[in-house]
DNA sequence: AACCTTTATGTAATCGATTGCAGTGCGGGA
DNA sequence: TCCCGCACTGCAATCGATTACATAAAGGTT
C-alpha cells in the first residue's frame, strides 16, 4: 500500500472544516477557536499530513533555504563554519544548501544560478575570491538575495561580513615571538591576492614595526595555506645561510607543513626554531610538538553571519555593509620558545 | 529600480508566443520549431528569465534536492564525503541540503521532517546509528524518498549502503604488523555500538586468530574515533605492566591522540609502540611521525553514494538493499616497524 | 431594540510553471 | 480533389497551500 500523502484538504474534509481554517489552525494557532485547532491537529495527525513545501513556497514567494558557497568543501577548515551555520538556521527551520565554488572560475553560470531568490532566500560566501562577474550581479539591487561574507570577505568592501580579527592575529604572533626574544622572524603567507593574507601580514608587519624590527624579504615564504605550502618553505628555509630563528605560518595546515617536513631534515621545534600557527584547528593541541597558535572562533562566525544573514531575510532588506569583527586569541603551546635555547 | 523578477509570462509576451511554448522551448527544445525556439531564447535572455523553483517543483511533484544526514557537521572526517557527495549532485543539478543530526535522539521530530518527499528527493545518511523511530519511517514505503547510507549502515543492514571494506582495514592492519614482527598487539576502537567499531574489529580479531595470537582483554581500549580517547588509551597503555608493542586504532584521529599523549610521557612511536591508523585523513602524512594508517577512498565513497540514490530518484525505486563494498588500501609510513628496534 | 465590535470561519483568487489534449496548417499520397 | 499524418502551438487544468476579503454569529452598549 502506498496512499498518496495526504494534503490540507484531505484534512480539512476529516475535521469538518476549510482548507483556510486548517492552513490558520497550523501556522497561527491563536486565531482559531480551541475547539476548531484540537480537530485540525487530530485530522493532521491522523492523516500524517506534513505541508507541502514547494506549495507554500511558492505561495509566500520565499525558498526556506540559504545557501552557502565554499571554497573548496573538502577542505576541513571550513567543516567548522559551517557547523556553527547549521545550528543557527536549523533553529530557525531554515535549510542549508550547500554548494562548492571550485568551478567558480570556469563557470561562472552555475554559481550564478543560485544568486536568484527562486533558489534561496540568502546567501553565505566563505568565498572571498568569486568573480566579479558573480559578484556584479550579488551587488546589485535587482532581487538578488541578501548576502553575508563569513571569514573571508571582498577585497573592494562591498559586502556585510563576519570574520575574525585577522591583522591583531599577526600583530599577536609577532609580539609572542618578539617577547620570547625573537629578533629575525620569518612569515609564511596564504596566497597573495587572498583578503586573509593581507591582513595577517599586514598585522605582522605593522608589529615589527613598532618592535623597529624589519622582515627581511628572504623570509617572507609564499604559499597557499596548505600542507605543501609550509613543507616547501620548509625547503627554503633549509636553503637559507641566516636562518629566521621563528616564523609566523598564517594557518595552521602550512605550519604542520613547515614542522613536518623540517623534521624530516633532522630540524626540530621548538628548540632550532619557533613556529605560530593560525586558526587553531582541532589537530593542533596534539600535534608534536603541540602547535602555539591564534584560535579564530571559526563556528561563533558561522552563527553569526548565519544571524545577521537571517535578519535581513525577515526583514526582506539589503545587509548595510557592516563588519563585524571577532576577536582573536593567542594559544601558547608548545611550538615555541627563546631563541638558541 | 528594482523590476519585478520576469516571469514565464513576460518571456511569452516578449516573444509573441504562449508560455507552453516558453516551457517547452526551455526544457524540451526539440519540440519548437527552431525560429521560435531563437524567439523565446531571446526573450529569455532580455527579459532576466530564470524558472522559479518552487512553481517547477510543485507541479513536477519534486524538489530538485537531497539531504545529507551528517552526525557531527563540525567533525572534519566527513567533509571529503560531502565533497564528494555535492560533486556528484552538482553534475545532475541536484541541491545538497545538509542537515547536522546531533539532536537526532533528542528531538527527532526535527530529522523527521525531512524524509519527507516534499523536503526531499532522496537522502544519504552518514550515521548509522540513527534512532529507530526515524529508521521505521524511512523504511517504510509510505512514500519516504529513498534512502542511502555512506560509510556507515544501520546494523539490521535494511537499507542500501556505500561503504568501506572495513572489515579487511582490520585485517590488513594486524597483518602488516605481525609482518613486522609484533606479537603483542593492542586496539583502540570506536564506540561500542557502531558498526564500524564492529567491522574493523571482527576483521583484526579475525586475523589475529588465523595467526594464532590472542587479544590480551587489557589490550583492547574502548575509544569513540576522537583525539581525547587516543590520549585516554595512551595513559591506559602507559599504566600497564606488559605492554603491547604495537596498537591498531581505528581512526587517525585516535591515533593522533595516542602518539601525542604517549610523547608527553617521553614515549616515542615507532621506537617504543608501533601505531596504524584508520581514514589515512589528510594530515596524517605530516604528523610526526607520518602516519601508517588505512586509505578508505572518502570522496569516492560520496560520489558513489549519490549517483547510486540519483538513480533511484530518477527511477522512482526503492533502493534494492545492495551493498558497494570499496576497498581500503593500507598506506606504509613511518609510525611503525619492528618491534624492539 | 438597534447598532457596533469582535471573533471565527469560509470563499475564491493567487503564486508560476508544466503538460494533456485539441487544434491548425502544410505536404504528400491516392 | 480529398484525406491523412505530422509538426507545431495554444488552451486551460493542475500541482497544494496561503490569505485578502466577505460573512456570520455572538456579545456589548446605549
New interface residues.
Given amino acids: 500500500?502506498?496512499?498518496?500523502?495526504a494534503r490540507i484538504t484531505d484534512v480539512a474534509r476529516l475535521a469538518g472544516v476549510s482548507t483556510a481554517t486548517v492552513s490558520r489552525a497550523l501556522s497561527k494557532p491563536e486565531t482559531v477557536a480551541e475547539s476548531t485547532r484540537n480537530a485540525v491537529l487530530a485530522a493532521a495527525e491522523k492523516t500524517?499530513y506534513?505541508?507541502?513545501?514547494?506549495?507554500r513556497?511558492?505561495r509566500r514567494q520565499r525558498?526556506g533555504?540559504i545557501v552557502v558557497l565554499v571554497p573548496?568543501?573538502?577542505?576541513?577548515?571550513?567543516?567548522?563554519i559551517?557547523?556553527g551555520i547549521?545550528?543557527a538556521l536549523?533553529e530557525a527551520d531554515i535549510?542549508?544548501?550547500?554548494?562548492?565554488t571550485r568551478q567558480a572560475h570556469s563557470k561562472p553560470q552555475?554559481i550564478l544560478?543560485y544568486l536568484?531568490?527562486?533558489?534561496a532566500d540568502g546567501i553565505i560566501a566563505l568565498d572571498g575570491s568569486l568573480p566579479d562577474e558573480i559578484l556584479a550581479v550579488a551587488g546589485a539591487?535587482?532581487?538578488a538575495p541578501p548576502i553575508v561574507f563569513a571569514c573571508e570577505w571582498t577585497p573592494n568592501g562591498a559586502f556585510a561580513s563576519v570574520r575574525a580579527n585577522n591583522v591583531r592575529g599577526g600583530e599577536l604572533a609577532i609580539a609572542h615571538l618578539a617577547d620570547l626574544g625573537h629578533r629575525r622572524i620569518g612569515m609564511i603567507t596564504g596566497p597573495g591576492t587572498n583578503v586573509l593574507t593581507e591582513a595577517r601580514s599586514r598585522g605582522a608587519l605593522s608589529a615589527l614595526e613598532t618592535l623597529g624590527l624589519a622582515l627581511d624579504p628572504a623570509h617572507l615564504f609564499p604559499g597557499d595555506f596548505s600542507?605543501n605550502a609550509g613543507?616547501g618553505a620548509a625547503r627554503a628555509w633549509l636553503g637559507l645561510d641566516r636562518r629566521p630563528t621563528a616564523v609566523f605560518c598564517q594557518s595552521d595546515q602550512m605550519a604542520?607543513?613547515f614542522?613536518?617536513e623540517l623534521?624530516r631534515h633532522g630540524v626540530s621545534v621548538p628548540a632550532d626554531v619557533s613556529v605560530v600557527g593560525f586558526d587553531d584547528?582541532?589537530?593542533a593541541r596534539?600535534?608534536?610538538p603541540?602547535l602555539t597558535t591564534l584560535r579564530q572562533p571559526r563556528?561563533r562566525i558561522g552563527m553569526t553571519a548565519a544571524r545577521l544573514l537571517m535578519e535581513h531575510v525577515r526583514t526582506n532588506t539589503t545587509p548595510a555593509i557592516e563588519t563585524t569583527i571577532l576577536e582573536v586569541e593567542l594559544i601558547r603551546r608548545d611550538s615555541t620558545r627563546a631563541p638558541g635555547g
Fill in positions: 500500500m502506498e496512499p498518496r500523502a500524517g506534513r505541508v507541502n513545501l514547494s506549495a513556497n511558492l525558498t533555504a573548496n568543501l573538502g577542505n576541513p577548515f571550513f567543516s567548522e559551517l557547523a547549521e545550528a536549523s535549510n542549508m544548501l550547500v554548494v562548492d552555475l544560478e536568484h531568490a527562486s533558489r539591487d535587482t532581487g600542507l613543507a604542520f607543513g614542522i613536518s623534521s584547528i582541532a589537530i596534539r600535534f608534536i603541540a563556528e
